[in-house]
């Protein structure tokens, strides 16, 4: 575990790379780069000692940043609605990589969305998976993450910046949107309905805040030249479908569910032995970690045992 490092971690005011931040500050001197559209959020992350430091993906001049030992890179848009904002994602970790030059290693936060989609709902992918994925609910991020990936590789190699590219799945937590499973919670609260894939469930390796925690400080210690690349995902795989059920379960809460020829949200199911052999195994399962998070996010819902 990382103490007594001076650590930039972007995107802090998300829902990834926050939590990350407000962990890492008990131990180290954290810095968080965010364009800090919300007032609120940098001022409850300054209020735990975290430093600030205005950062926009895509930038090339980034002189005012903070030296730091470490990088956790998670800070790019999610949503691009052309390419070109899209390569914005990869041309701006470029730039980062570059004013990061002489760190001891640097963390890129990539995804499991830039792997080709498998007919197999069941199909376990590793890390030498066919590539070119598409996400029916943002057009241009796989891409985007996809060229990402090849800019880090490149500027590892032409910088000698020990690097590991980690592929997130499924993310949740109390902070952002929360991910698929809290955003579950709040379809079912205010009546919206989840689209299914017609005959197919929808599976996934969610994976709770506080093992992506643990595991970014793991992976982080296996940085190299070149970078490795590993999925970062739970150890549990399950559906959206069951995920649903067990909310539905503990809450009393009801989902309204459609069918159509995609999911909301494709997934996939995530090979984490490579993973695991970096940085061991994750401490919640996905029951666990939905109860842990929606105890954080909504501890005005009751749950039951």
């Known amino acids: 575990m990382l103490q007594n490092q001076k650590i930039l971690v972007t995107g802090a005011t998300g829902q990834v790379a926050r939590p990350i931040a407000e962990a890492l500050v008990s131990n180290n001197e954290v810095w968080a780069g965010a364009r800090f559209s919300d007032p609120q959020a940098k001022a409850e992350l300054e209020a735990q000692g975290i430093k600030s430091a205005v950062f926009s993906i895509g930038d090339a001049d980034l002189d005012h940043l903070p030296e730091v030992d470490y990088v956790i890179h998670c800070g790019c848009n999610t949503d691009p609605k052309t390419s070109e904002a899209g390569m914005l994602n990869a041309e701006g970790t470029g730039f980062l990589m570059q004013r990061y030059r002489d760190v001891k290693a640097f963390f890129h936060m990539s995804s499991s969305s830039i792997y080709r989609d498998d007919p197999d709902p069941l199909a376990v992918i590793a890390e030498d998976a066919v590539l ?4 029916h609910y943002s057009h241009h991020y796989a891409m985007s993450k996809l060229a990402t990936e090849a800019v880090v590789r490149f500027q590892a190699l032409s910088l000698g910046l020990p690097t590991i590219i980690a592929r ?66 739970g150890d549990e795989p399950v559906s959206v479908e069951q995920m649903a ?23 996939k199911i995530l090979d984490n032995q490579k993973r695991k052999s970096l940085a061991g195994p994750c401490q919640y399962g996905w029951k666990e970690g939905i109860r842990a998070a929606m105890q954080k996010r909504y501890p005005e819902i009751e749950l039951s045992a």
Not at 132 to 135: A, M, P, T
Not at 252 to 267: D, F, K, P, R, V
């Open 245 to 267: 059920a067990y909310i539905e379960e503990i809450t009393g809460l009801s989902l309204t569910i459609t069918e159509g020829e995609h999911a909301m949200w494709q997934m």
């Open 168 to 233: 997130l799945d499924v993310a949740y937590g109390e902070h952002g949107h929360g991910g698929v499973p809290m955003v579950l919670v709040d379809f079912m609260r205010n009546g919206w309905p989840y689209q299914r894939k017609a005959d197919s469930e929808s599976y996934c390796s969610p994976i709770y805040q506080d093992d992506i925690i643990r595991q970014v400080q793991g992976l982080l210690a296996h940085a190299a030249v070149p970078a490795p690349v590993v999925n970062l995902g």
């Open 132 to 135: 070119g994925g598409f996400s």
